[in-house]
T-cell receptor
Framework: DVKVTQSSRYLVKRTGEKVFLECVQDMDHENMFWYRQDPGLGLRLIYFSYDVKMKEKGDIPEGYSVSREKKERFSLILESASTNQTSMYLC????????????FGPGTRLTVL | AQSVTQLDSHVSVSEGTPVLLRCNYSSSYSPSLFWYVQHPNKGLQLLLKYTSAATLVKGINGFEAEFKKSETSFHLTKPSAHMSDAAEYFCVVSDRFSGYSTLTFGKGTMLLVSP
C-alpha cells in the first residue's frame, strides 16, 4: 500500500510567521503535489514536483513556495503566513503505473490567527 | 484546458434508495476520469477510475460510473444507499502529459443519507 505522511494534523500559526508543511512518501514515486481544500471550492493545486529539485506552479502558487531536496520529501512553505491561508492542506503522490491516479495524505488543517 | 462541473452541491437520499451524483467534464485530450470520496475528518480515497478500457466502471462499495463521451458526462451511481455512504464526493479529470499529469477537481457533492 502507498503511504503518504504529513507532519502535522493540526497547526496554529500567527500572521507573518514562516510555516513549513512536510510531506513524506514511503515509495520511490517521482511525482508529488500540494493542494489546498476549502469548502465549496474543492481542491486547488498549489505546486507540484516531478523530480528532485524540480518544481512547477499549479493554479494558485501565490504566497507559497516548495522544496524538494530528496525524492521522498516535499515541503510546502508559507514565507509569511496570512489569515487567507487558513485552510486544509493535502499532499499527494502519483504512481508511475496505472492511469495517473493520486494517493493522498491525511491533510494538515492550518489556522492562521 | 480541462474542467469539471459537479451539478449538485448537495444530494439527499434515504437509506436503500438509489444514488446519482452528476458530473460533466471538459478536456482537450482523451481524459482519465476519477471519483474520490472523503468521509468526515478523513483523507481522500479513490473510489473508481475510467481509463478508456470500458465505459462502465465499477468501484469500491458498490459504486459505479458510466463514461459517456457524447454527453461529456461521468455520473456516479449506486443502486442502494447505505448510511456509511454519507460523505463528500469529488469528480476529477486528468489530462496526460509526458511523465506526469495534473488533476482538476470538481467542487464536490455532499451526499446525505437519512434512515
Amino acid at each position: 500500500d502507498v503511504k503518504v505522511t504529513q507532519s502535522s494534523r493540526y497547526l496554529v500559526k500567527r500572521t507573518g510567521e514562516k510555516v513549513f508543511l512536510e510531506c513524506v512518501q514511503d515509495m520511490d514515486h517521482e511525482n508529488m503535489f500540494w493542494y489546498r481544500q476549502d469548502p465549496g471550492l474543492g481542491l486547488r493545486l498549489i505546486y507540484f514536483s516531478y523530480d528532485v529539485k524540480m518544481k512547477e506552479k499549479g493554479d494558485i502558487p501565490e504566497g507559497y513556495s516548495v522544496s524538494r531536496e530528496k525524492k521522498e520529501r516535499f515541503s510546502l512553505i508559507l514565507e509569511s503566513a496570512s489569515t487567507n491561508q487558513t485552510s486544509m492542506y493535502l499532499c499527494a503522490i502519483q504512481t508511475a503505473v496505472g492511469y495517473n491516479e493520486q494517493f493522498f495524505g491525511p491533510g494538515t488543517r492550518l489556522t492562521v490567527l | 484546458a480541462q474542467s469539471v462541473t459537479q451539478l449538485d452541491s448537495h444530494v439527499s437520499v434515504s437509506e436503500g434508495t438509489p444514488v446519482l451524483l452528476r458530473c460533466n467534464y471538459s478536456s482537450s485530450y482523451s481524459p482519465s476520469l476519477f471519483w474520490y470520496v472523503q468521509h468526515p475528518n478523513k483523507g481522500l480515497q479513490l473510489l473508481l477510475k475510467y481509463t478508456s478500457a470500458a465505459t462502465l466502471v465499477k468501484g469500491i462499495n458498490g459504486f459505479e460510473a458510466e463514461f459517456k463521451k457524447s454527453e461529456t458526462s461521468f455520473h456516479l451511481t449506486k443502486p442502494s444507499a447505505h448510511m456509511s455512504d454519507a460523505a463528500e464526493y469529488f469528480c476529477v479529470v486528468s489530462d496526460r502529459f509526458s511523465g506526469y499529469s495534473t488533476l482538476t477537481f470538481g467542487k464536490g457533492t455532499m451526499l446525505l443519507v437519512s434512515p
